[in-house]
């Protein structure tokens, strides 16, 4: 890894720092999306269990 | 001429016949794609694969652009950042253009998804955005001498961040999705004057940042050891976007079955409470 450091010459900060920001940033994104997916489809499991929205062959709502 | 005359599918020609139901099964297979339980079927089949491909890629990507590519006669191997940067910048344009195609969906056509694809679309236009303001800063630095002039490319691209932003505030403001597409698609389409400034800016004006050097008249100015490397790179990060844009995409339309059934669970509790409240003790 020092070797890997080194190779990079007097800029490695800059270049480390360029890649960790892209991975922070990616990484944020991709978890807000996956956890808000799986709150969706909890939340929408949760409301389908209850018989939200489905209708009683009377026409009326459960 | 014959030969013409007999292809012509009014003469009752069977391939002529076939070509054009083939044809009109594909379109009706697209437009059945567009319906939010179609998308919901062929997403969820498709985004395993879509994730995998876009991880090889920039697996390969990563590897060609760290240990292949060698570093370049003036910027050394400051180098590597731009690997990261261009494919950035080109998604954060990308994405608020499929934005305003998505925004013309919704005023024109009144697509079911078209406003869903736009909102699912901003958060992610606004990260690459953001990675191409950030890692251009820390190139910058070592390469100009400083983190950020007020040069007509990055001032440009700060303007489509901060116009990425307040579409994102214009959605969490409005609560009703149908009412908050019509205005985020207003406000999409005044914000796409933007694109083509951040594109041609190196031409138009005098800056610091460098005219484009692989999009150009005349082809690329990057020797092929470094533009292989930024090619798969961009394509590995544009596969990976759409991934993040197909799984919020169906986080929105599960988001918005949520909100009606909801409502509807309200409406029904509130029909009961009413019967109950008027019937004789």
Redesign the interface.
């Known amino acids: 890894m020092s070797a890997l450091i080194q190779s990079l010459g007097p800029h490695a900060g800059f270049i480390l720092a360029s890649y960790a920001a892209v991975a922070v940033i990616l990484a944020g994104l991709t978890l807000a999306i996956v956890r808000d997916h799986w709150a969706q489809k909890r939340a929408l499991a949760a409301l389908e269990q209850r018989g939200a929205g489905r209708r009683r062959p009377g026409g009326e709502a459960p | 001429m014959l030969e013409t005359r007999r292809h012509c599918y009014c003469c009752g020609n069977p391939a002529w016949r076939q070509a054009r139901d083939e044809f009109a099964d594909d379109m009706a297979n697209l437009i059945d794609l567009a319906n939010p339980t179609r998308f919901m079927r062929f997403s969820a089949a498709l985004l395993p694969w879509l994730a995998g491909v876009s991880a090889l890629l920039l697996a390969v990507g990563f590897y060609l652009a760290w240990f292949v590519a060698p ?1 370049d006669y003036q910027q ?3 180098i ?2 731009m690997f ?2 261009v494919p ?1 910048a080109w998604l954060a344009m990308m994405f608020y253009a499929m934005m305003a195609v998505s925004a013309l969906g919704t005023l024109v056509w009144r697509h079911p998804l078209a406003d869903v694809a736009q909102k699912a679309a901003a ?2 236009g606004a ?1 690459f955005a ?2 191409c303001l ?2 251009g800063a ?2 910058g ?2 390469m100009w001498g400083t983190y950020w002039v007020w040069d007509a490319r990055l001032t440009s691209v700060l303007v489509l961040f901060l116009i990425y932003l307040g579409i994102i505030a214009l959605w969490r403001v409005l609560d009703e999705p149908s009412r908050a597409g019509r205005a985020v698609a207003i406000l999409t389409l005044v914000g796409f004057v933007n694109v083509p400034i951040i594109k041609f800016s190196v031409d138009w004006w005098n800056t610091l940042h460098q005219p484009a050097s692989v999009f150009r008249m005349g082809g690329s100015t990057i020797d092929g050891s470094m533009l292989w490397p930024l090619l798969v790179l961009a394509l590995g990060f544009t596969l ?1 976007a759409l991934t ?1 844009h197909m ?2 995409m ?2 929105e339309i ?2 918005r ?2 909100r ?3 409502i ?2 309200a ?2 509790l509130d ?1 009961l409470a009413a019967r109950a409240g008027s019937a004789p003790a």
């Open positions: 570093p050394g191997e400051t590597r950042i990261v940067h950035a958060p992610i990260c953001l990675v950030v890692t820390l190139w630095k070592p990976f993040l799984a919020a169906r986080a599960m988001r079955r949520v009606t059934l909801t509807l669970e409406e029904r029909r």
